[in-house]
């Protein structure tokens, strides 16, 4: 997640130049796969171990837009 942030730094920047702007967007996509890979397995282990537990299913987020920001 760090590496990401660092790279969305660098792109917000403006100073790379087309080629290195376009890898690094690349880099991007990759990590942000990767985290979301990460995540969803997390998600999946917390539910199975809810389950084993017999506690109730999880239920889906929605984020509280007024506190946003």
Same mark, same amino acid.
């Given at each position: 997640?760090?590496?990401?942030?660092?790279?969305?730094?660098?792109?917000?920047q403006?100073?790379?130049?087309?080629?290195?702007?376009? +890898?690094?967007?690349?880099?991007?996509?990759? !990590?942000?796969? =990767?985290?979301?890979? $990460?995540l969803?397995? +997390?998600?999946?282990?917390?539910?199975?171990? !809810?389950?084993? =537990?017999?506690?109730? $299913?999880?239920?889906?987020?929605?984020?509280?837009?007024?506190?946003?920001?």
């Amino acid at each position: 997640m760090r590496d990401l942030e660092d790279l969305v730094e660098r792109l917000e920047q403006g100073d790379l130049p087309l080629e290195e702007s376009l +890898a690094a967007f690349e880099r991007g996509v990759m !990590l942000t796969r =990767a985290c979301q890979t $990460a995540l969803k397995e +997390a998600e999946q282990k917390v539910e199975i171990l !809810l389950k084993k =537990a017999g506690e109730p $299913a999880i239920e889906d987020f929605t984020p509280d837009e007024s506190k946003a920001g």
